[in-house]
């Protein structure tokens, strides 16, 4: 098959910002998941709960001293509401900072407030409304998301006033309750017990019920919203592609020409700086793709330079998984060409487009055939910059092999400079932030790109998204993505390897592409190292997935 379009159709180019799929990046990606959704409307459900508690608890403190009863009893209910006061107070106050909803304050607040209410139901009496309060909060803790501890707390309650109930009804404690037994009988006083019993379990089941049809109910909304942001990607993607061939395929103006040794044909690339011409060598008839420069770049000095510099940077490499450059043209020849084999397949847009999300396996396969060529270029001290599917072609013309293509905006470190005055270049949806901020950038910035490619290719989603290229780069410099395994089903491990290679400082990073690939495939065997996941578990404790930085979120 001869590739047309994408393989070439970038080759070359000014350095610009590529517009990305119609998808905002909270659309794409929910920044928070369903379990994460549900945690904070368990926290915000909680605080109104302490609100509703220590409202009732000020009440019943302000009218026990004035209703009579038992002393006793009554001494008891204070005691009672005063603890269940300063556990309402505690935990209100820890309830809002990071991590301060646990399992264990949750439990020693409930069972504060609900032992309060024990007291309650021994005061005014076990046949009274009291009982009531055991109801409200088993409808309302029931919901939370520790099954153990909800069920804990139900048996608690559900066991302590049959008890309490048993007790005072076989005559084994006192009845000091402002509404007593007696009037009713042992066994009308056992009939309330079992209705008051039976609308606990009720209230609890429910509770269980609710939340359940909760999270199916958001889990299908999600994966709907995911599904709807994953086609609009896709089609966009193909138009963009669309935009591309419609350039391509036809007769340009060098075709049918001979430049050095070579014929060109028709036209499989264009680009803002050139086009790539599909060519054969007059006397071998070897096939291969030519690359020349728009007229408007060949009045420009800088960009001639820079045409010059890629067919220098290119030449040098000779990896097998980097595009091989065959001929170069002499610095006397009127229009510079360089010439490079010709490939066959389709670059890895393409296939995206075609099945939207890779096996862990295959981009395991890929991220170490890519990390060959970039270590490959690293070692000739050459950073590429623009890494992206479009710049990754799986050749089929031999051994099927990915390369990376267009070293046009590449870097030569022991040179330095970039021949870009100052300007940003690169793709946004996959450029480093540093890069972003058109900051100094070294081969970490390969790196970040090559775990972009590789979130795109697990998840069906570019890691950020949307139609504004500024707020794209902004997004790259002050958030996380969503968690890759909230997208899709991916192992932890998956996770813990992309948090590492999508960190926003370099030095946080996998130190080289090499790297990225071997911890990447140890993640899909499940095989990674506990080094490696506290490490990434130590980064998203500064920045989470989905969040914003601190700095950037304060303004800074």
Same mark, same amino acid.
């Given at each position: 098959m001869v590739k047309r379009g994408s393989a070439w159709s970038d080759v070359g180019s000014l350095p610009t910002l590529d517009t990305s799929p119609k998808t905002s990046h909270g659309e794409a990606g929910m920044a928070t998941s369903v379990g994460a959704a549900l945690h904070l409307d368990e926290v915000a459900r909680t605080r109104v709960f302490l609100r509703v508690v220590f409202s009732l608890v000020a009440v019943t403190l302000a009218v026990v001293p004035f209703l009579g009863g038992d002393p006793f009893a009554g001494r008891l209910l204070m005691g009672g509401c005063a603890a269940a006061a300063v556990a309402c107070a505690l935990f209100h106050r820890v309830i809002g900072k990071p991590g301060g909803y646990t399992s264990g304050r949750l439990f020693a607040f409930v069972l504060t407030a609900l032992s309060a209410v024990m007291c309650g139901v021994y005061y005014f009496g076990i046949l009274s409304a009291a009982p009531i309060g055991f109801v409200l909060g088993i409808s309302v803790f029931g919901m939370a998301n520790r099954t153990r501890v909800t069920l804990a707390l139900y048996l608690f309650t559900a066991v302590g006033y049959a008890l309490l109930a048993a007790l005072v009804v076989g005559g084994v404690i006192a009845d000091r309750g402002l509404l007593p037994v007696t009037p009713l009988g042992t066994s009308g006083a056992l009939v309330i017990v079992a209705v008051v $019993?039976?609308?606990?379990?009720?209230s609890y089941v429910q509770a269980r019920l609710t939340r =359940? /049809? /909760?999270?199916?109910? %958001?889990? =299908? @909304?999600?994966?709907a919203v995911r599904a709807v942001a994953q086609r609009e990607a896709v089609l966009q993607e193909a138009r963009q592609e669309l935009d591309r061939a419609a350039w391509i395929g036809g007769p340009g103006r060098f075709t049918e020409q001979t430049l050095g040794s070579w014929r060109l044909g028709v036209v499989i690339g264009r680009g803002a700086m050139g086009e790539v011409y599909e060519a054969e060598h007059v006397g071998k008839g070897a096939p291969a793709? %030519?690359? @020349? @420069? *728009?007229r408007n770049v060949l009045a420009e000095p800088h960009l001639l330079e820079r045409f010059v510099r890629e067919a220098s940077a290119a030449a040098r490499l000779t990896s097998r998984h980097v595009v091989r450059v065959l001929e170069v043209s002499p610095e006397s020849a009127a229009i510079p060409y360089l010439v490079m $084999?010709?490939? =066959?397949? *389709?670059? @890895?847009a393409h296939h995206l487009r075609s099945e939207r999300r890779f096996r862990p396996e295959r981009v395991a396969e890929l991220v170490r055939e890519v990390a060959e060529g970039l270590e490959h270029a690293r070692a000739a001290g050459i950073v590429h910059r623009d890494l992206k599917p479009h710049n990754i072609f799986l050749d089929e013309s031999g051994p099927v092999a990915w390369k990376i293509l267009d070293f046009g905006m590449s870097k030569l470190v022991d040179q330095g400079g970039t021949l870009t005055r100052g300007q940003i270049v690169g793709t946004p949806a996959f450029m480093s932030p540093e890069q972003a901020q058109g900051l100094e950038v070294d081969h970490r910035t390969d790196v970040y790109a090559l775990a972009a490619v590789a979130y795109r290719a697990l998840t069906g989603t570019m890691a950020f998204t949307g139609d504004d290229p500024i707020l794209v780069l902004r997004d790259v410099m002050e958030k996380m993505p969503p968690r890759p395994g909230q997208l899709t089903p991916l192992s932890p491990q998956l996770d813990a390897v992309l948090a590492i290679g999508l960190t926003k400082r370099p030095e946080d990073r996998f130190d080289t592409a090499a790297e990225l690939a071997t911890q990447l495939a140890l993640a899909v065997k499940g095989e990674l190292g506990p080094a490696t996941v506290e490490r990434a578990h130590a980064l998203l404790g500064k920045l989470a997935w989905g969040g914003v930085s601190r700095s950037h979120a304060a303004g800074v």
């Open positions: $019993e039976a609308f606990m379990c009720f =359940r /049809t /909760t999270i199916d109910a %958001v889990t =299908r @909304l999600e994966r793709a %030519v690359k @020349l @420069l *728009h $084999e010709r490939l =066959r397949g *389709h670059d @890895l």
